[in-house]
């Protein structure tokens, strides 16, 4: 889900880098005999985002400081918890989504806690069951986002497709993000991958292309799709839909985003908007999923279990939408209007079983990036 802001995953504003310590202020718990003490440490990708008073108050409930430390986006954040899995940088990770767990797993970068209140999580989000190595958190879903000004202006229909995008009338007007280094930009290729499978007959009796998300992204290339990095460069600086993009004279009027990532243009923005400026196309979305775990060399293991006992907390899950642009996991926490109104979840995302994901990713992001960067 997301590479927030936005996230996610998924937000239009720009996340600072770095570590962000955050200290109880007044009453610490130090009175209860429950609460711990201490030092709890948190690490995410760069799209970490909560409400200080909502963090403040677990804080205050738990006896812990939480330290947060953001390690850029969520796929070089995840490599960097793995290279340093035996000395850790902290006690929880959050933000490993779909697209990597399998790696997360099978490296072993976490150790088995079943939070409370793990048995209220949506039931098809939940993996991993026998060993409990890590919590659904959040989910949303990775989709191309198009500028309306520019496609009113332009007299064009915006694309509702995978198959629109490498239609003429689109050529030259996409950004996507690097699948080897960006988690969005690997959701994407997924999607891909999920619509037409993996190099035989399409998956879709609409699909133009027969010969798979290979043949699919040759006629992307050859349509002049872009590649950067990361979620932050391709919405920020290359979007000409985004608050950013505007201030930068960004050129390209299609994303990969977030489908939440119209209602951070609205909430954001200054006079706020009736309607958003960008939408959504539907029919190109991938459904992400974040997870979070305690790592498996904690040095306050008590202390991250109090943590993820937090982050699938009521106070927590309903805090998200507006700060991380994603949606709770947990059944019934509810969901502000105003993130419904102006992001709905995808009716018919793409989705691939974790299984197929581990046992493809790496082969399909090594031939995708000879096929698309070189």
Not at 2 to 14: E, I
Not at 247 to 269: F, N
Request: hydrophobic share 35%; net charge neutral.
């Amino acid at each position: 889900m997301s590479t927030k802001n936005k996230k996610r995953t998924t937000a239009a504003v720009v996340v600072a880098l770095g570590l962000v310590t955050l200290s109880a202020c007044g009453s610490s718990g130090a009175g209860d005999k429950s609460a711990g003490s201490g030092t709890v440490t948190l690490v995410s990708h760069d799209s970490f985002a909560y409400s200080k008073s909502v963090l403040h108050a677990f804080e205050q409930e738990s006896g812990y400081k939480v330290r947060i430390l953001k390690d850029g986006d969520a796929g070089q954040a995840v490599n960097k918890a793995i290279l340093t899995k035996d000395n850790p940088q902290g006690d929880v990770f959050f933000g490993v989504d779909n697209t990597l767990l399998s790696r997360a797993l099978d490296n072993g970068l976490f150790q088995p806690y079943e939070p409370k209140g793990s048995d209220q999580i949506v039931q098809r989000y939940r993996v991993d069951e026998d060993k409990h190595r890590v919590t659904p958190i959040d989910s949303g879903d990775i989709c191309v986002n198009y500028d309306k000004a520019y496609f009113s202006k332009h007299e064009l229909a915006p694309p509702t497709s995978f198959d629109d995008l490498v239609k003429p009338a689109y050529k030259n007007l996409l950004v996507t993000e690097n699948a080897s280094t960006s988690s969005p930009g690997l959701g994407f290729l997924l999607g891909t991958a999920a619509k037409y499978g993996d190099g035989g007959a399409s998956r879709s009796s609409e699909a133009e292309s027969g010969g798979g998300w290979q043949d699919y992204w040759k006629k992307l290339k050859a349509n002049g799709v872009k590649v950067v990095d990361g979620w932050e460069q391709a919405y920020n600086d290359e979007f000409s839909g985004s608050a950013g993009g505007k201030k930068a004279k960004a050129d390209r009027p299609l994303v990969v985003s977030y489908a939440s990532s119209p209602p951070a243009e609205v909430i954001y923005a200054d006079p706020k908007p009736k309607t958003a400026p960008t939408g959504v196309a539907g029919g190109t979305c991938f459904r992400q999923v974040e997870y979070a775990g305690l790592l498996s060399n904690a040095k306050n293991t008590k202390g991250g279990k109090a943590l993820l006992d937090f982050l699938i907390s009521f106070r927590f899950q309903e805090d998200m939408p507006l700060n991380m642009f994603v949606y709770p996991v947990r059944e019934t926490a509810k969901v502000p209007e105003v993130f419904v109104k102006f992001g709905p979840q995808a009716e018919h995302p793409e989705t691939l079983a974790p299984a197929e994901i581990a046992k493809n990713r790496d082969q399909w992001v090594k031939s995708w990036t000879s096929l698309v960067l070189k």
